[in-house]
């Protein structure tokens, strides 16, 4: 009886010991968690570390790929047509127009890029925090996709209506060798864009740089072009204005509105 008296007591005093252990536990738990110290800071926002860009960036390099199916030799005539001082094409000229394949595809890597250089510029604001990304990549690739079908279509019906066919067709060639042109020259500065620049404003100012240069190689096309049939320069550069930079800007204002509108709602 002696001897199991000093079990039983014994068990019990092992028992209140290791109920005193796990309070004791439990207390410098808490104590630790209270001492664990400040949140740290959240990671600043990078291009190269969003999904979307990145697969926006791989979209492009199939349809330049595609585009090279036949080799460079398949889109350098773009590059050369676009800086190329004469207004006529001869015999003995490369001529891109029989390569519709290139054509589309480049033209849509333009799109593309185009797209993610908007995404670029606004994603420092507060909206992209809580947009669905996705859903806006997806809409600025829809807004330039319409500014350049809207261009050709006003381009195809003003010339129509001013001037003959020859020119027509041969300001419609122009017309998509520079969006194609602009998609071999996009890709490249997006990547830079994307990896190697940290710098927004650096960004900003560089793509801006070959917007214009675009631009005014695009006005140069249209005064050789064009120059013999107007009435003077001042016509021509109301037509470029007109049916050139109006609808930048229309489109301008509607991403405005798009970002301010369905973003800072949070309609994604």
């Not at 999904?51 to 398949?74: D, N, T, W, Y």
């Not at 740089?209 to 016509?235: A, P």
Request: include cysteine.
């Amino acid at each position: 009886m002696k001897i199991m008296t000093s079990i039983d007591s014994l068990q019990a005093s092992a028992l209140s010991d290791s109920t005193e252990c796990g309070v004791q536990s439990v207390d410098t738990c808490v104590q630790v968690t209270d001492l664990a110290g400040m949140p740290g800071e959240p990671l600043p926002y990078k291009l190269e570390s969003d999904e979307v860009v990145v697969g926006a960036l791989f979209v492009c390099f199939i349809f330049l790929l595609l585009a090279l199916q036949r080799g460079a030799k398949s889109i350098l005539p773009y590059l050369k047509n676009a800086v190329s001082t004469r207004c006529r094409l001869t015999l003995f000229d490369e001529r891109t127009s029989s390569s519709s394949v290139s054509t589309v595809a480049l033209s849509i890597s333009a799109t593309l890029s185009s797209a993610i250089c908007l995404y670029h510029h606004y994603v420092a604001s507060l909206f992209m925090e809580q947009a669905n990304h996705v859903l806006v990549m997806a809409s600025y690739f829809m807004f330039f996709a319409l500014l350049i079908t809207g261009k050709s279509l006003l381009y195809k019906f003003v010339n129509w209506v001013f001037f003959e066919r020859e020119k027509n067709n041969q300001w419609k060639e122009v017309y998509w060798e520079f969006i194609a042109a602009s998609g071999i020259v996009l890709f490249p500065t997006v990547v830079y864009v994307t990896f190697l620049d940290s710098s927004l404003q650096i960004s900003d100012y560089l793509l801006l740089t070959i917007l214009v240069i675009f631009k005014i190689l695009l006005f140069y096309k249209l005064i050789r072009n064009f120059l013999t049939l107007f009435y003077g320069v001042s016509h021509l550069i109301l037509y470029f204005c007109t049916l050139e930079i109006l609808p930048d800007l229309i489109m301008w204002k509607w991403v405005e509105i798009f970002n301010n509108v369905f973003l800072n709602y949070s309609l994604f």
